[in-house]
């Protein structure tokens, strides 16, 4: 059963990008996605049930909200919803999820050479390429400044069985670096880069990129 808090969750998806350019104002958001598929079966007639792959998951109203974006893009291939899982041809299992992040420290405003009416051209004169001299710093001379921040991994994976066989149909796994950790922001643009040209080329591995207008460009790695 569909649920009512579907409809919001992509108009306030926020954007992030991947750690080459991190913005907190990104324009866009970068996923690397990987796509392995046999042969799924043509939409006609086929239906599907998206479960919780982490048991712990199964239930939940935040699983729900995701599974709905995932049954929103096999629906707009054709394939139908199914009332349960026991009556669906395919089985969808989805999981989603995000790390504790790690520090980065970036270091900008490093000048080429510096020049201190008091002393001379010291940065060309004798080669120094930063605001420091003889282990000191001088707010005149200007140097590296340096800051830390905190990028964080998400990632969603989806597999597709038949329950008829049991065989394994696709496989596949959208990742991205990001400067939040926000789910809500995040697993519904890693939704839509996995879904980008779906179900792709077994085995290839792609940089998705969603710009703001909610289009999506793909870039073989």
Known sequence: MKHQYKTSLKRFALPVLLVAGLSACAPSFNADVSRFATTLPAPAGETFAVVADDPKLAGGLEFSLYADLVADELEKLGYSEAASASEASMLVRFDYGVDNGRERVRTTGA?????????????????????????????????????????????IDLKIDSTATGERLFEG???????????????????????????GNSGETLRITIKEDGKSVRELD
Do not use: I, K
């Open 111 to 155: 000048r080429a050479g510096f020049y201190d009416p008091f002393f001379g051209p010291w940065g060309r004169g004798f080669g120094f390429r930063r605001g420091y001299a003889f282990g000191f710093h001088d707010p005149f001379l200007g140097g590296p400044e340096v800051r830390s921040y905190t990028v964080y991994v998400s990632d």
């Open 173 to 199: 796994q959208a990742q991205a670096a990001s400067r939040t950790n926000r789910l809500q922001a995040l697993v519904p643009n890693l939704v839509d880069a996995l879904f980008t040209d779906f179900p």
